[in-house]
């Protein structure tokens, strides 16, 4: 991308210490968790460190993942109707949906491995309008937009944080890497 | 006038954050006490006559004191049946050549001994331990029968239960025995040589008496003796021991004594329970009064004793059966990674409803489930729905990858049991942190005393799918960053279509 939008998805995230007590009591509700919970008591903080540091990604990287499984927009993997080579600016009017994203965390210590800890991250978008280009079942670039979004972190159904809806920054022009991100 | 230094001193103690820090530290100490002897197996094993080395699956490390009781019979050459405590001609050829034909003999390593009925002693050698016949010749033909075998590893305990501790009944009795423990000078001033049970039927003498109707005093090379200040039959006599506590052992009179019979190899000894057998023979244990000794039940596998004296004599009785309840609850299985239909048939064999939410690129197969909501393991109520998203065969890939690790500095050679000491502190730093509200506290000096350090700038490295870290006193953390679904509450409006000719 050549731009990049300044929210990053770690600070939609509670601080380490909130994020620390909250994952250790869902453990504890999570049966056979106690090693691990166990684990998590000693090394949380820095457990707490590596979740948020993988999600140290460009918001904006992720709500643009959602737009390339919208079924409006698979009609452009179609080379019938959109020839290779075909250059199309699609404008978006106001939609809603929820992009989730997997962190998975696995404590090892020792010869004891502990069983992954799975989270979800619901990124809830509200995009008031948005222009992508679309290449080649690609979308290529996306133009000046407007949108908040909110964060949920959940381990299983249980909520780790409260979701607080924030207003991103769109940048005027990101343009993708090539060949751009794939329709699906 | 109150002396400063007094009152320094006294102003330290009354602070309420080393009283429990000396709490938390005694609780410890308990621990690295009792987690030892917790640990202490006993293995039980056939010896039959026809194999020549039964692998025991028992490792010993070189000094490692250890017991082998044994029971059955067994004869060999299709001869006469012998017991185990039969002592037939010695043979040149044999495997063993000072040892009987046809008695138990074991090998660690290189080294073969002799092991008879009962066998107590040091670990020769490091190694696996085995078992078998002493035979002529390799022969083994013909031979029938077989011996169980206990093997207990008294190293791994803290406290050294000597004397016939499992002794299964008078019948059966144990002869503590020591094959390489080395005798040491009698009067020895020297620390280092601090054995010492002396006990002539019930008469305790001074260690170092020097008058000369001093009796012999009887050495044992892994046993600590106090100095025997009992001055008539009837006063006890402390016997401290290398491995454990000290215990008194009670004199009794000599009608109540069962002296062991000097110098005699795999011979029954009577077996004592509370009154203890004395003996001046090389081979003598004292054992505490007090202890109710017990056998311990055989069985078939190897299995954990949880200590050697805390024993009953009575059968442990079977809890009543709680009455059977339907369970209203179930798990969510795991089927991630199963196909539909498998993963369909899970979830409804476990009383759950399957319920299938979409598809999403994944890196599993096209068809695969890649995640369930809840995920495997929650406890629902029957027939609640249980979501699956299958993979659409394309690969999502990972976003991201953090590798990082946390450094726990216990040493390297017992990295496994400082674990296993860290987590039993740990645990009892948070059960006397929830009752006196101090937990992060505690965890925080735990976490300074154990020298845990955390280093999440750790270096980029290279992980497979499945690979497990290296075993060491170091905490490994990754974390992983899958892309997941998008789901959409109402259509995307497209306002606007354009095609740019360019």
């Known amino acids: ?184 | 006038m109150v002396d400063p230094v007094t009152w320094i001193v006294h102003q330290r103690r009354s602070r309420p954050l080393r009283s429990r820090a000396a709490t938390f530290l005694a609780a410890w100490c308990f621990l690295a006490l009792v987690m030892p002897v917790l640990a202490q197996g006993q293995t039980v094993i056939s010896v039959p006559a026809t194999v020549p080395w039964v692998d025991t699956g028992v490792d010993l490390r070189e000094g490692d004191v250890f017991t082998v009781r044994c029971g059955g019979q067994w004869s060999f050459g299709g001869a006469t049946s012998q017991q185990v405590s039969s002592r037939p001609r010695n043979r040149r050829n044999a495997t063993l050549q000072n040892a009987p034909i046809g008695a138990l003999i074991g090998r660690i390593g290189d080294v073969i001994f002799l092991v008879g009925r009962a066998y107590r002693g040091e670990a020769p050698s490091s190694g696996r331990l085995f078992l078998g016949m002493n035979v002529v010749s390799s022969m083994y033909s013909g031979n029938t029968g077989e011996l169980q075998v206990t093997i207990t590893n008294v190293s791994k305990s803290s406290y050294n239960a000597s004397g016939p501790v499992n002794s299964a009944s008078p019948s059966e009795p144990v002869v503590p025995k020591r094959r390489y423990g080395v005798a040491a000078p009698m009067n020895s001033a020297s620390p280092s040589a601090p054995v010492v049970t002396k006990r002539r039927y019930g008469v305790a003498a001074p260690m170092n008496s020097a008058s000369p109707s001093a009796p012999v005093v009887p050495k044992r090379r892994y046993g600590v003796a106090a100095p025997m200040n009992s001055a008539s039959p009837s006063a006890p006599v402390v016997t401290k021991r290398r491995y454990g506590v000290s215990a008194p052992v009670y004199s009794a009179s000599p009608s109540e004594q069962a002296p062991l019979v000097s110098g005699a190899e795999n011979t029954p000894v009577p077996a004592a329970r509370s009154t203890m057998p004395v003996s001046n023979g090389p081979h003598a244990v004292a054992t505490a009064t007090g202890r109710t000794i017990v056998p311990v039940t055989a069985t078939a596998t190897r299995t954990p004793r949880a200590t050697p004296v805390a024993r009953s004599v009575s059968k442990p009785t079977t809890p009543p059966r709680p009455p059977t309840v339907a369970p209203v609850s179930a798990a969510v299985p795991a089927v991630v990674g199963l196909i539909e239909a498998n993963a369909a048939a899970t979830i409804e064999r476990s009383h759950l409803h399957a319920v299938r939410r979409g598809e999403e690129p994944s890196a599993r197969g096209r068809g695969q489930v890649t995640r369930t909501d809840p995920v495997a393991g929650t406890t629902l109520k029957r027939g609640m729905p249980v979501g699956y998203w299958l993979a659409t065969g394309e690969n999502a890939g990972t976003v991201a990858t953090v590798n990082s690790a946390v450094t726990i500095t216990l040493g390297k050679r017992n990295g496994t049991w400082a674990f296993v000491l860290f987590v039993a502190g740990l645990l009892a730093a948070v059960l006397a942190a929830t009752a006196i509200g101090l937990r992060m506290r505690l965890v925080k000096i735990t976490r300074s005393l154990l020298r845990i350090r955390a280093s999440l700038d750790s270096k980029s490295e290279t992980n497979f799918p499945d690979h497990v870290q290296k075993a060491g006193p170091t905490a490994h953390l990754q974390a992983q960053l899958e892309m997941g679904e998008a789901r959409f509450e109402a259509d995307v409006p497209i306002v606007k279509r354009e095609v740019c000719d360019d």
């Open chain 1, 1 to 184: 991308m050549t731009e990049k939008a300044e929210m990053r998805l770690r600070d939609l995230l509670p601080d380490n210490a909130q994020m620390e007590s909250t994952v250790k009591e869902a453990l504890g509700k999570e049966p056979g968790m106690g090693a691990t919970r166990l684990a998590w008591g000693v090394i949380g903080s820095e457990a707490t460190g590596a979740l948020k540091s993988v999600l140290d990604l460009d918001v904006f990287d992720v709500v643009a993942q959602g737009w390339c499984v919208a079924k409006e927009l698979h009609e452009y993997t179609d080379r019938s109707k959109h020839p290779s080579g075909e250059r199309s600016v699609v404008y978006l009017g106001q939609h809603t949906f929820v992009q989730s994203v997997y962190p998975i965390l696995t404590i090892t210590i020792g010869s004891f491995k502990s069983v992954p800890l799975r989270f979800t991250l619901e990124l809830a978008a509200n995009i008031r309008g948005a222009a992508l280009a679309v290449c080649n079942g690609y979308i290529t670039s996306v133009g000046s937009g407007d949108g908040d979004v909110s964060a949920q972190l959940k381990y299983g159904s249980i909520n780790l944080n409260k979701q607080q809806s924030r207003k991103v920054p769109f940048p005027a022009h990101v343009e993708f890497t090539t060949p751009g991100l794939p329709i699906v």
